[in-house]
């Protein structure tokens, strides 16, 4: 049906869709401008920086050599957390020969600590952490053996470092296999904060967490 106007010329007609066509590329490059001012970034695998974790909260332990460690003994530094006792037959040999290796290999590092706790602290006193740490060659000013009350410790590696752990009751285990407990290392940075998890028992590990020290060193 007609609407009463007249008719455009052919020339009219193609002026009008030529300006249509710049009028839709303008509105596209606003809209994608616009998209671009407002995404948020979104970090590539190429993105060197280390995922960053819960801190560690507070902890007051008791050293080898029974000297009161807390968070605060290690500001400033980067460390290796593990988790282990010294009756174990199980993974712990494997991550206090990782500990070793690591401690090798950082020789003359002054910035970084290696940090081992006791998952069986009613066993593991002072005492048997030092004659522990000298079977197994540990230089205890870099690597430090912790021990305290057992339910701060559980507490601290289960709702602080979100590890399992869990002592069965005495006399329905080998003391070998008293505690249940995760294999990981953990690196802890300058500021007191979880940086990454490593498997004890993958080959790779020593290397990764090297790898992952240099990043930390460069700011990542």
């Not at 280390?50 to 050599?65: H, K, Q, R, Y």
């Not at 060659?137 to 601290?156: C, K, M, P, V």
Request: hydrophobic content about 45%; aromatic content about 6%; charged content about 25%.
């Amino acid at each position: 049906m007609a609407d009463g106007r007249p008719g455009r010329s052919p020339a009219e007609r193609a002026i009008l869709a030529g300006v249509g066509v710049v009028l839709a590329i303008i509105i596209a490059i606003g809209a994608r401008d616009l998209v671009a001012r407002r995404a948020p970034a979104i970090p590539t695998s190429q993105d060197p920086a280390l995922p960053l974790f819960d801190p560690v909260p507070p902890f007051a332990l008791t050293a080898s050599d029974g000297a009161p460690v807390t968070n605060a003994t290690f500001a400033g530094r980067v460390w290796i957390a593990d988790f282990i006792f010294t009756r174990c037959t199980g993974a712990c040999p494997l991550l206090s020969g990782r500990m070793l290796a690591l401690q090798k290999a950082l020789a003359g590092r002054d910035d970084v600590r290696l940090v081992s706790f006791s998952v069986d602290p009613d066993y593991d006193t002072p005492e048997v952490l030092a004659s522990y740490a000298k079977d197994h060659g540990a230089d205890t000013s870099r690597w430090i053996f912790l021990t305290g009350a057992r339910a701060d410790l559980h507490e601290l590696i289960g709702k602080g470092f979100h590890l399992a752990v869990a002592k069965a009751p005495e006399g329905t285990a080998a003391p070998g296999e008293l505690v249940t407990h995760s294999d990981r290392l953990v690196v802890v940075d300058g500021k007191g904060r979880i940086r990454g998890y490593y498997r004890g028992s993958e080959e790779e590990t020593v290397r990764r967490v090297l790898t992952d020290l240099d990043a930390l060193a460069a700011g990542g």
